[in-house]
């Protein structure tokens, strides 16, 4: 389920009930039909609306109104023998975790109330919504340049990025190169590990639905133990050097592909760099031959994946000169 304009279909949904149970009035009584007959023909009609207003509407509301929706699901849960306490420790997790990652940006100290206004629920199966408040709607809680309003944002969207690579066949590379802040990936993997379900707790799977992520993600009961290798056998960032041919340059997201490197094992490395670099990347870099050093983020297997670039040298300068124009 991907979030989306939930509420307005419901809505629609509803006023089609609606009409159909005063298009059935309207035809039984023009027939002279008994007062029971119209209540039976009509009574799963008024489940379905029922069953729309007690929870579709509430469930639509939620999602309508999250950038993020946790769904748990499991026997005990949909028998709702579960406690208030696992439930109250589900909703902690989410807000701490999420408190977590906004702590490591910047090294802030953000907060740590505006972690509850993120929490919202609809009945039936745990459904568990996260969104930013808005601060010209509720200017007593933030204000746009606020560093917590700022750092929650930016926690919600490291977030996003580490859950949508979980399906992918290269997800620790992926998920190294979309986050190559070391910190904050930690926190990140972290968070995701803590949501993979338990059976303890009884629940079998989790799913998650964010405005930024294309498809609905499913959490299983193994994940944790991946998630759990991943932080365990994780490689510290170090400072390493790196020469190449600069491909593919996202001057919006501020990084280049380096290719032809001259490490065999490699194919390419993905350079991260700061808007110091933002007129060499755009004018000078492309097609040629660069040295790179930085930050660099290795994967389990030791293998460099991403930098944060510190400093370039274009190698073929000469090259570079030549073809710029006369004055």
């Not at 639509?60 to 028998?79: K, P, Q, R, Y």
């Not at 998650?208 to 290798?229: C, D, G, L, W, Y």
Request: proline fraction near 5%; glycine fraction near 2%; include cysteine.
């Amino acid at each position: 389920m991907n979030i989306s304009n939930h509420t307005n279909e419901v809505k629609r949904k509803i006023q089609i009930l609606h009409d159909n149970i005063i298009a059935m009035k309207y035809s039984a009584e023009n027939n002279n039909a008994p007062d029971y007959f119209i209540r039976a023909v009509t009574e799963p009609i008024y489940k379905l609306l029922e069953q729309l207003y007690q929870r579709e509407l509430p469930l639509a509301t939620l999602m309508d109104n999250s950038e993020m929706v946790f769904h748990a699901e499991g026997d005990n849960i949909e028998m709702q023998n579960t406690g208030i306490s696992e439930f109250t420790g589900f909703i902690n997790n989410i807000r701490q975790q999420i408190f977590n990652i906004a702590s490591k940006i910047n090294n802030s100290k953000p907060n740590k109330n505006i972690c509850d206004p993120l929490i919202s629920f609809a009945p039936g199966s745990w459904f568990v919504g996260l969104s930013i408040p808005e601060p010209q709607i509720n200017k007593s809680m933030l204000e746009k340049e606020d560093p917590t309003y700022k750092n929650f944002s930016s926690a919600m969207d490291y977030l996003e990025r580490g859950i949508k690579h979980i399906e992918s066949e290269n997800m620790e590379k992926d998920i190294i190169e979309d986050i190559p802040e070391e910190n904050i990936r930690l926190s990140v993997l972290t968070a995701i590990k803590s949501f993979s379900p338990s059976k303890n707790k009884g629940i079998k799977s989790l799913s998650i639905s964010a405005r930024n992520i294309p498809k609905t993600v499913v959490f299983q009961p193994e994940m944790k133990k991946i998630f759990s290798m991943l932080v365990k056998n994780r490689v510290p960032s170090k400072n390493a050097s790196f020469t190449g041919i600069v491909r593919e340059i996202d001057l919006d997201k501020r990084r280049f592909a380096l290719r032809f490197l001259e490490i065999s094992i490699l194919s390419d490395i993905k350079c991260h760099y700061e808007d110091k670099f933002d007129i060499l990347a755009k004018d000078c870099l492309l097609d040629h031959k660069i040295a790179v050093s930085g930050i660099t983020n290795y994967n389990s297997k030791n293998t460099p994946i991403s930098m944060n670039v510190d400093n370039i040298n274009i190698l073929d300068i000469k090259d570079l000169t030549e073809n710029l124009p006369s004055l």
